[in-house]
């Protein structure tokens, strides 16, 4: 059975700092997922991550991938206020299969 | 604009009541699926259905039904055999000709059973 485990799943933070989301799953996966929750909204997607190594970033957002540790980081740089959310990871068991997620990372990020 | 749709937004059951949930998409994805989210929790995987006429449970399918009649469509009924179904449920797509399956969101019903 895949498990995804979060950590932390909840998160205050100080603009301007930096801090770093883990993701560790159970089994092997080829894709893993990040995705972001504002508060009663859907899903947004933010990264698609495929191979070891792998490594994305969008604007104060970097991901990365390492499939032999099974662990997935998502790191923010000089956090700003409107980042505050629920990120979420997910993986996937394989071809167009649904996805498991992890708990979610509340993250509240205070001026 | 292309997209998913779901409908209703807001959704109330009486004990005892089957309750259809709808999910359109224009995206001409192939696969699509339902997904329950319950407070401060991540999504769990209900049904999800990888072509037209054929579908496959997920990991919580106990007391939910789809069909799979159209590309576009792809319906959830959330039967009275469902014992706690007051929920935010989240439909989505993607599509097997992309190498990232990506999956986009519609924007969800919240079910509230009264």
């Known amino acids: 059975e895949l498990k995804v485990e979060q950590n932390p799943l909840f998160l205050s933070m100080q603009e301007g700092k930096n801090y770093t989301i883990y993701c560790n799953y159970s089994t092997t996966s080829d894709r893993l997922y990040w995705y972001r929750q504002d508060p009663g909204k859907s899903l947004e997607s933010l990264f698609v991550l495929l191979s070891n190594g792998a490594v994305k970033q969008e604007g104060r957002l970097m991901a990365s991938l390492d499939t032999k540790a099974r662990l997935s980081t998502l790191h923010i740089t000089a956090a700003v206020h409107d980042l505050s959310a629920t990120y979420f990871c997910a993986v996937s068991g394989g071809g167009a299969d649904g996805l498991t997620f992890g708990k979610g990372t509340h993250l509240i990020i205070q001026p | 604009d292309g997209g998913i749709t779901q409908s209703p937004k807001y959704l109330f059951r009486k004990e005892g009541q089957n309750v259809t949930l709808s999910c359109e998409q224009n995206l001409n994805h192939d696969a699509m699926y339902w997904y329950r989210q319950d407070p401060g929790q991540g999504l769990r995987l209900i049904y999800y259905?990888?072509?037209?006429?054929?579908?496959q449970k997920g990991d919580i399918a106990e007391g939910y039904s789809v069909s799979r009649e159209k590309k576009e469509s792809f319906p959830l009924t959330v039967t009275s055999a469902q014992k706690n179904p007051t929920a935010f449920y989240l439909c989505a797509s993607s599509s097997p000709g992309q190498v990232e399956y990506q999956q986009f969101f519609g924007p969800g019903t919240r079910l509230t059973v009264l």
């Open positions: 259905s990888q072509i037209v006429n054929d579908f």
